[in-house]
């Protein structure tokens, strides 16, 4: 499955009380998420807590949410690590899994140089027969894939698109500009503003909470006549957006989520579950965006986002 556009959730991954893999919550997630009108899943992310699962835990999240698919939608496995070697063992397995793509975070504690990174995500390229969605997240990698890296990138043949995570939205116009059609843009955190720019695609973390709005949003900036309606849109729906943004991105998705009826658990340490205060915001804008997650998937929220 190739030509990946629209929203993209980042997804979290829901534990148990006990603090294991809840993987028939995560079946459930899947199924409401592709029932609420995503376009397409990233498990195994930032958000997802990646660094936070052992090797076990990872094939099985990625399994579970492949299978659950079922092909409905496109499913990107988050494969970034420090190693080279590890990289290319993740990328292959999710290949051998059945994902439609892989996502990858460049090495996070080396700070390796340009060449280096052309080296990285090259040596990947070749042991893969999966379209790779760079991940540029210089807040957390270390690095930053500057546009000019990125035309680079551009040039191997399987690096087709990338996640721009930076606050900085010209950077989608000169990924455009430098790479053509080579290099598919998603926004990461900005992304009514990377629509506009011309993005095809939005990798978010907001719509582990409110697929069904964020999905709109593309699809209204989708139609240029509709451009107004999505912002009024895009800025309704600002604060759940910003509420998930900065550092508590995991735990304040997972405390919306519990305050809809989705039992996410909490975050694997070192990261927190949200103190009270923020726990207490978290309830309001549950409270006053409708928000739910059902027993069945529903077309609820999406009806009430159109």
Excluded at 251 to 276: D, E
Excluded at 284 to 304: C, D, E, H, I, K
Aim: proline fraction near 7%; charge should be negative; glycine fraction near 10%.
């Amino acid at each position: 499955m190739t030509g990946f556009r629209g929203v993209y959730t980042v997804m979290i991954t829901p534990f148990t009380p006990s603090g294991e893999v809840d993987v028939a919550g995560l079946r459930d997630f899947v199924d409401w998420q592709i029932g609420q009108g995503i376009h397409g899943l990233i498990p195994l992310g930032s958000t997802g807590e990646f660094l936070s699962l052992d090797d076990d835990e990872t094939a099985l999240v990625a399994e579970t949410v492949i299978s659950q698919a079922a092909g409905r939608v496109p499913v990107l496995i988050g494969t970034g690590a420090e190693d080279t070697r590890e990289v290319v063992r993740l990328s292959r397995r999710a290949e051998a899994q059945g994902a439609d793509g892989v996502m990858i975070i460049p090495p996070f504690y080396s700070t390796p140089t340009d060449d280096e990174l052309v080296h990285h995500y090259r040596t990947v390229a070749d042991a893969i027969g999966l379209p790779i969605m760079v991940y540029n997240n210089p807040a957390t990698a270390n690095v930053d894939l500057v546009p000019a890296l990125v035309a680079r990138l551009a040039e191997i043949d399987n690096c087709l698109y990338i996640k721009e995570s930076t606050l900085e939205v010209t950077r989608v116009r000169d990924i455009i500009r430098l790479c053509g059609d080579r290099m598919t843009v998603f926004g990461g955190i900005l992304g009514f503003e990377s629509f506009v720019e011309g993005a095809q695609g939005w990798v978010a973390v907001a719509s582990n909470v409110a697929p069904a709005a964020m999905a709109r949003i593309f699809e209204l900036v989708a139609d240029e006549e509709k451009i107004a309606e999505a912002r009024r849109l895009y800025l309704d729906q600002l604060p759940v957006i910003e509420f998930v943004g900065g550092q508590a991105y995991v735990a304040g998705s997972k405390a919306l989520l519990t305050h809809m009826g989705f039992p996410a658990g909490s975050p694997r340490p070192p990261r927190l579950p949200l103190p009270a205060d923020r726990d207490a915001v978290a309830a309001g804008l549950v409270s006053r965006f409708g928000l739910s997650f059902p027993t069945a998937p529903q077309a609820g929220l999406r009806a009430a986002a159109e």
